[in-house]
């Protein structure tokens, strides 16, 4: 059946491939051209089956880098969509190791058949009362348009198969690439298993000689750029409170400080193609008090350091977090903070400070440069619950998104290729069985090509909880321990922020989470009863790793300091312990054990009211980064914990009855998520958290042959 423009039905739900619609028993949805285009290969070949190769042939041109993740998420969103409008039918079945097909035969309709079957009458007095609300909603629009980017528009980018190289492999993580103006030199950040963060400097003439190191400090060093004649190095770097600009001869070794970076919000820098300024983000203290940034201009060829800032016009409260010169230095772009804490890409002029918006709203950005010799952007953002490159015509107007997964901190080359490092770091929900006398090792419990992280099981439930980006972003799910039976439990908007620190309550009708939003956490509740997410209102900000008490009626929680109970309401039941504690949990028989560092563990006895320490010689990898599992057939009570070691990172345990610590398993350095949890599934045994699939991030070089003209 030909279904490029025809309109048709499946099922109850009429299909016009021509608007991208979807319309069901009187109800429709949009939906991306590519589902449609996907749908109609499915169609196309009822009542046979379509394998996925020939699906991403298809759909995604052959383009298997892309296609993989895109084809599952494509397939997710037909079925949800199908799902919303026919809750009773199932129209596209999943076949193992084959592929999919539709279940419901296709029938060619007319297009006023179609318009037959979803139409409807309006009467004189309805069209007035119609015309006067369209009335209303044009000068609404109108209004809002004044305060939106400028007109953009959506490009595809096809990347063909084996057009990325792979420019660093060292075990570690290489990261903000910047390459001299002959390409003659790279120059990058490297964190090296077991060392701190340091820069390093490969010759591209010679990739198969080592890199050499340039700095060895107590900072971690970030963003490089050189000089146009690569003799010298300007960089940023950090410690706990300080960042500072760095200028490094490459000739004889010397450094010095030219001025101090923002050490509360991201830093970031550039310099001019004649090498005769450089730009960087520095922290202001604004006229009502709060830290905002500045665009710093420092004149390199001064004989006393001299710096100016761009003119703040429009928005001197605003903050600044990437920043790239034009290439003729009357320009930058920066990313700037927006509503809600989103990000987007603003255009300003260097002397007036007169700014233009480009972009939507992200939910980041990482990193952005100017094409050296033309009005085109390279940068990295967050959407939809992934990190990708993208491509901006600043001209034209015209937004692509590469589909390039992870791509970070791009960097053009004199030729305009891009050189980026790769932080595709998705996460996967690991088992590990323990209480076995034979060794085992981690194995993946979901497979889902999506992030899924902060696991907790619950018994009375018999379900796995935890937060994946599956649906475009941060929800909540659970899943039988068998990895069968996912259900997504919430719908947050997709720029709302990000789910953390979901759990239980014992009973296993309410799971308590935090969502991460525009600086601050706000608590919730979900309940299984009626299926719906409630806001706890707490009279702090930072709601700190909640977690139930075992009846099930309240709620530990930290505001960073202290740790507080409170009911489900959001009443205040006062202090649940008088030390300092940033999280506690309660056991059965009602004592709280505690941390307020990583290297103790507290218990305030339920009897007697007294606080003392547990544990006084453990190494938490992060202070709320421990599990207690309450005595069974195997143990008398165990703390298992994360324990980081240069070279390796482990999983231990305190045995409460021997009071020692053992290994359980040592594991590659970052092989797992510190803040995302451990939790125990009794009857199968399994020690489950969150590890990354691979932890290694390396620097990639996509040839400007491919990029868009």
């Known amino acids: ?110 297009t006023a058949d179609k318009e037959k079957s979803v139409g409807f009458r309006i009467t004189a007095a309805q069209f007035r009362q119609l015309f006067v609300a369209l009335c209303v909603i044009s000068l609404v629009v109108m209004y809002w348009l004044f305060s939106l980017p400028a007109k953009q528009t959506n490009s595809s980018f096809v990347l063909p198969l084996n057009s990325i190289e792979s420019v660093t492999a060292s075990p570690g993580r290489e990261i903000y690439p910047s390459i001299s103006d002959d390409q003659h030199y790279l120059v990058y950040s490297w964190r090296q298993l077991g060392k701190p963060n340091n ?94 940034t500045r665009i710093k201009l420092l004149d390199l060829q001064a004989k006393q350091t001299k710096e100016t800032v761009i003119p703040c016009n429009d928005d001197c409260e605003t903050v600044y977090e990437s920043v790239s010169f034009s290439p003729d230095a009357q320009r930058v772009v920066v990313t700037r903070n927006v509503k809600n804490n989103q990000k987007a890409l603003f255009l300003i002029d260097v002397k007036t400070g007169q700014s233009q918006r480009l972009t939507h709203d992200f939910v980041d950005i990482h990193g952005v440069d100017w094409h050296p010799s033309k009005e085109q952007l390279a940068f990295s953002a967050v959407e939809g619950g992934k990190r990708y490159g993208y491509f901006f015509d600043i001209k034209n107007k015209t937004l692509i998104n590469t589909q390039i997964a992870g791509m970070s901190s791009p960097n053009y080359s004199s030729d305009g290729s891009v050189y980026y490092h790769q932080w595709d770091l998705d996460k996967v929900i690991t088992r590990l069985k323990i209480d076995e006398q034979v060794a085992n090792s981690p194995f993946s419990m979901l497979s889902t090509n999506f992030s899924s992280l ?153 009897d007697t009211g007294v606080e003392e320490m547990l544990v006084n010689d453990i190494k938490l990898a992060r202070s709320y980064a421990w599990l207690l599992v309450a005595k069974n057939a195997y143990h008398k009570g165990r703390i298992y914990y994360y324990k980081e070691r240069l070279g390796d990172y482990r999983i231990s345990y305190y045995d409460l009855a021997s009071k020692q610590h053992y290994d359980l398993i040592a594991l590659p350095e970052r092989a797992y998520s510190r803040s995302s949890g451990l939790t125990y599934i009794p009857n199968e045994r399994w020690l489950v958290y969150t590890a990354y699939l691979s932890p290694e991030i390396e620097i990639k070089r996509l040839p400007a042959a491919y990029l868009p003209k």
């Not at 969509?81 to 076949?95: C, G, R, S, V």
């Not at 997504?488 to 620190?501: K, S």
């Not at 205040?572 to 300092?580: F, H, I, Q, R, T």
Request: charged share 20%.
């Open 454 to 606: 902060f696991p907790e099981y619950n018994q009375q439930q018999n379900k796995l909880l935890y937060v994946s980006n599956e649906s475009g972003s941060s929800q909540l799910w659970i899943v039988n321990p068998d990895s069968s039976s996912r259900k997504q439990l919430t719908d947050f908007a997709h720029n709302t922020g990000e789910v953390r620190d979901p759990t239980w309550s014992a009973d296993g009708r309410y799971i308590l989470f935090s969502l991460y939003d525009n600086g601050s956490t706000r608590l919730y509740i979900y309940d299984f009863k009626v299926e719906q997410s409630q806001q706890i209102k707490l009279p702090f900000s930072h709601a700190i790793k909640p977690k139930f008490s075992t009846d099930s009626q309240h709620i530990l929680v930290s505001d960073g300091d202290y740790l507080y109970r409170y009911d489900l309401t959001g009443k205040s039941l006062g202090k649940a312990v008088e030390v300092p504690a940033q999280y506690g949990v309660e056991t059965q028989s009602g004592d709280i054990l505690f941390t307020n560092s990583r290297h103790a563990i507290w218990i305030k006895h339920h």
């Open 1 to 110: 059946m030909e279904t490029s423009n025809r309109v048709y039905q499946l099922g109850s739900c009429i299909v016009n491939p021509l608007e991208n619609k979807l319309i069901c028993n009187g109800s429709e949805q949009l939906l991306q051209p590519k589902f449609i285009e996907l749908l109609a290969c499915l169609v196309a070949r009822y009542p046979e089956p379509i394998t996925r190769e020939e699906l991403i042939n298809n759909v995604w041109e052959g383009n298997f880098y892309v296609g993989e993740k895109a084809l599952t998420n494509a397939i997710w969103h037909l079925r949800k969509a199908f799902k919303e409008l026919d809750p009773e039918q199932t129209y596209i079945e999943t076949l193992r190791k084959t592929g999919y097909r539709v279940l419901l035969k296709p029938e060619p309709i007319g």
């Open 199 to 292: 820069l390093y400097l490969r010759d591209l003439h010679f990739p198969e000689h080592p890199a050499k190191q340039l700095t060895d400090s107590p900072f971690t060093e970030g963003r490089s750029v050189f000089s146009p004649d690569a003799n010298t190095l300007y960089y940023y770097r950090m410690a706990s409170d300080v960042c500072e600009i760095v200028k490094l001869s490459l000739v004889n070794a010397t450094s010095v400080v030219l001025g101090e970076c923002s050490n509360n919000y991201a830093p970031d820098l550039d310099i001019s193609s004649d090498g005769k300024t450089l730009a960087y983000i520095a922290d202001h203290t604004s006229k009502t008090g709060d830290y905002v």
